[in-house]
């Protein structure tokens, strides 16, 4: 098919991928042996396809090799039906299967991107007298998402995973004394004042990449006893991630999340973690002025009543990784 817009011949495609993005997935797994007895997983799904075969349909308005975005959107449907169990609800072995379901039904399919958000949804548990934990009963408790970004791509002909990352984001945690911030560069143009004792918040987002066993990803699915233990990986992110805020007596968010870090990679569970990557916004609690009726409130000591004022916030970003000689 010819297209209406003119092309010119001195440009180039320089890359391209295309797919479903925003695919809302809920699966039940009823239990074999008590089918009222569920698990569940939420998931928001984007998937992007890419190879050289493509380009046509860009280039040249060639709809022929395009997998229809559709498609995608059924295939992660399907996909979350047919898996077994223990491959849906985990996040990061969804994405690895839906990789691989790309790369291996399409020929001209030579990279497949799949980024999940794994919404929070947590048994209900009751009063013993009510029957404990509910079988089929979930809550929302947390705005906490836990995030997996999986790409793979046709290597010599073989399917290989070359991203899969882990993550954590919108966990909102505040302190309201062990955070002081002094001792930073001043100039002409600082107004800040030193703060020995401050109210520190922020909306955790962590990203941490984890390492494969160096094999085709058909080869790692099938070996699924080899796979790091995933959701062992994102609890302990989660766990130094909130141990670290509490406990550190904080100089500034920087050193704070760096501690953080240092506590992932150095635990001797978390060998499959190579780095990690926190961005930390620094949601600003404000001393109000209450002079006006006489009340001392702006001192660091007095300070009680606080302007939540998180626009603007600061922003702070790291990426840690282990010294070579270190490697667990
Ligand atoms: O922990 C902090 N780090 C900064 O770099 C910074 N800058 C600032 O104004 N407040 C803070 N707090």
Same mark, same amino acid.
């Given at each position: 098919?010819?297209?209406?817009?003119?092309?010119?011949?001195?440009?180039?495609?320089?890359?391209?991928?295309?797919?479903?993005?925003?695919?809302?997935?809920?699966?039940?797994?009823?239990?074999?042996?008590?089918?009222?007895?569920?698990?569940?997983?939420?998931?928001?799904?984007?998937?992007?396809?890419?190879?050289?075969?493509?380009?046509?349909?860009?280039?040249?308005?060639?709809?022929?090799? $395009?997998? @229809?975005?559709?498609?995608?959107?059924?295939?992660?449907?399907? &996909?979350?039906?047919? /898996?077994? !169990?223990?491959?849906? =609800?985990?996040?990061?072995?969804?994405?690895?299967?839906?990789?691989?379901?790309?790369?291996?039904?399409?020929?001209?399919?030579?990279?497949?991107?799949?980024?999940?958000?794994?919404?929070?949804?947590?048994?209900?548990?009751?009063?013993?007298?009510?029957?404990?934990?509910?079988?089929?009963?979930?809550?929302?408790?947390?705005?906490?998402?836990?995030?997996?970004?999986?790409?793979?791509?046709?290597?010599?002909?073989?399917?290989?995973?070359?991203?899969?990352?882990?993550?954590?984001?919108?966990?909102?945690?505040?302190?309201?004394?062990?955070?002081?911030?002094?001792?930073?560069?001043?100039?002409?143009?600082?107004?800040?004042?030193?703060?020995?004792?401050?109210?520190?918040?922020?909306? $955790?987002? @962590?990203?941490?990449?984890?390492?494969?066993?160096?094999?085709? &990803?058909?080869?790692? /699915?099938? !070996?699924?006893?080899? =796979?790091?233990?995933?959701?062992?990986?994102?609890?302990?992110?989660?766990?130094?991630?909130?141990?670290?805020?509490?406990?550190?007596?904080?100089?500034?968010?920087?050193?704070?999340?760096?501690?953080?870090?240092?506590?992932?990679?150095?635990?001797?569970?978390?060998?499959?973690?190579?780095?990690?990557?926190?961005?930390?916004?620094?949601?600003?609690?404000?001393?109000?002025?209450?002079?006006?009726?006489?009340?001392?409130?702006?001192?660091?000591?007095?300070?009680?009543?606080?302007?939540?004022?998180?626009?603007?916030?600061?922003?702070?970003?790291?990426?840690?990784?282990?010294?070579?000689?270190?490697?667990?």
């Amino acid at each position: 098919m010819s297209s209406k817009v003119a092309s010119s011949s001195n440009v180039r495609l320089a890359e391209a991928s295309y797919g479903k993005d925003l695919v809302r997935i809920l699966r039940v797994v009823r239990d074999a042996s008590d089918r009222s007895s569920h698990r569940i997983v939420e998931y928001t799904a984007r998937c992007l396809l890419s190879g050289a075969s493509l380009t046509p349909s860009y280039t040249q308005a060639d709809n022929s090799p $395009v997998v @229809a975005t559709d498609t995608v959107k059924n295939t992660l449907n399907y &996909l979350a039906k047919v /898996l077994p !169990a223990d491959d849906v =609800l985990c996040p990061e072995r969804y994405a690895l299967n839906v990789a691989n379901h790309f790369l291996s039904t399409y020929a001209h399919i030579e990279g497949v991107e799949v980024d999940l958000i794994q919404h929070k949804w947590t048994r209900i548990v009751l009063d013993a007298k009510d029957g404990g934990a509910h079988k089929h009963s979930f809550v929302r408790d947390g705005d906490e998402k836990r995030t997996v970004r999986a790409v793979a791509r046709r290597v010599g002909g073989e399917a290989r995973v070359t991203e899969l990352a882990g993550g954590l984001k919108g966990l909102l945690v505040l302190k309201s004394s062990g955070s002081a911030f002094y001792g930073f560069h001043r100039d002409q143009y600082t107004t800040l004042k030193e703060v020995n004792d401050r109210i520190f918040s922020t909306e $955790v987002e @962590a990203i941490y990449s984890i390492a494969l066993p160096n094999k085709p &990803l058909p080869a790692i /699915l099938a !070996a699924k006893s080899e =796979l790091p233990a995933f959701c062992d990986l994102a609890a302990s992110v989660k766990a130094h991630t909130i141990r670290i805020f509490a406990l550190d007596n904080s100089a500034s968010v920087q050193a704070t999340m760096y501690r953080m870090s240092e506590a992932i990679l150095n635990d001797a569970g978390n060998g499959a973690i190579t780095d990690v990557a926190y961005a930390l916004p620094n949601k600003h609690y404000i001393p109000i002025d209450l002079g006006f009726k006489g009340l001392s409130n702006l001192d660091e000591k007095d300070a009680e009543v606080f302007l939540p004022s998180q626009h603007p916030s600061g922003l702070i970003k790291a990426k840690v990784v282990r010294t070579a000689a270190s490697k667990l």
